[in-house]
């Protein structure tokens, strides 16, 4: 009975306030909505950023009769191979001989090898690593004492995999920045639009303490004017978001010449994120402005 009319009370107040309460479900909206965009893209920009490491690859060539005095031998290709197999960092380490090399270059680029007398590629190993960023690091472990025996050169990507992995890694601060940014400023914006609503009911609360309420009765539809505000404002981004992705992100997937396996969260793990981040942020605003301004 307590519980009912605690809600009547709150809903009574924000419907006699109802400049205050719409000023609180859209800041609540808009930044629910930014919050559900920032995640949406977030995780995009960051299934993208692995996509990319994962196809970040060391490659060891070996000398040939052009390139070097000798060609690499047989044993010293399989003491590459045991050293690659044996680097925790190593997750493949893939053999790929001269023949299969041109027969790649031949059907990507014809014209260059159509008219060629010999096969000028080296043997060569294509290394994956477990975690794209870790490319450097083993061709590091490979070049330290000097080339192995055999091999003429090691390409890791170089400035490819260093923009890749950094780009990668400011995506994923930003983001981070950006919704922490964002979450305070949607809990001070509540503050403040509780604060008026108090300011506004000074005279009642007055009353309701001249006539016996206690702390709590007097704090409860403040609390759960919060709480409303913040679950109906996240309610309607997430229709706003929803809305966006049936009728928006079709077109704009089909503008982008991107690999179908890059995806963002689900939306319905998006969707419950935005709820509860905005009842969390109606109750630290609410209580945080309760405790400040309403001394009773």
């Known amino acids: 009975m ?3 009319l605690l809600f009547s009370e709150s809903i ?5 306030n109802l400049s205050t309460t719409v000023a609180a479900t859209m800041t609540v909206l808009i930044g629910m909505f930014l919050l559900g965009l920032f995640i949406a893209l977030g995780s995009w920009a960051q299934d993208f950023g692995e996509k990319q490491k994962e196809k970040l690859l060391v490659k060891v060539y070996f000398c040939t009769e052009t390139t070097c005095a000798k060609p690499a031998t047989e044993a010293q290709i399989n003491t590459v191979r045991k050293r690659l197999e044996s680097d925790p960092l190593v997750d493949t380490a893939t053999f790929v001989p001269k023949a299969e090399a041109l027969e790649r270059m031949r059907k990507l680029t014809p014209d260059i090898v159509e008219n060629l007398s010999s096969n000028p590629l080296p043997d060569a190993f294509e290394v994956k690593a477990h975690d794209g960023a870790d490319v450097k690091a083993i061709s590091a472990g490979l070049r330290r004492g000097g080339l192995p025996a055999g091999v003429e050169k090691i390409r890791d990507g170089e400035e490819v995999s260093d923009k890749i992995v950094k780009v990668a890694r400011v995506m994923s601060t930003a983001f981070a920045v950006a919704t922490l940014v964002l979450l305070i400023s949607s809990a001070l914006l509540i503050a403040n639009t509780i604060r008026l609503s108090i300011f506004s009911r000074r005279r009642e609360i007055e ?4 006539v016996g309420a206690t702390n709590w009765f007097v704090r409860g539809p ?4 919060g709480l409303i505000t913040g679950l109906v404002g996240s309610l309607i981004a ?3 978001l929803l809305l966006g992705k049936a009728i928006a992100l079709p077109g704009i997937i089909g503008r982008l010449n991107t690999s179908t396996d890059i995806e963002a969260w689900p939306f319905t793990t998006i969707a419950l994120i935005i709820v509860v981040v905005g009842l969390t942020i109606g109750a630290i605003g609410s209580g945080l402005t309760i405790r400040r301004f309403l001394q009773v």
């Open 222 to 225: 403040f609390m759960l004017e």
């Open 238 to 240: 997430v229709l706003l």
């Open 207 to 210: 009353v309701m303490k001249l």
């Open 12 to 16: 009574r107040s924000l419907g006699a």
């Open 2 to 4: 307590r519980l009912k």
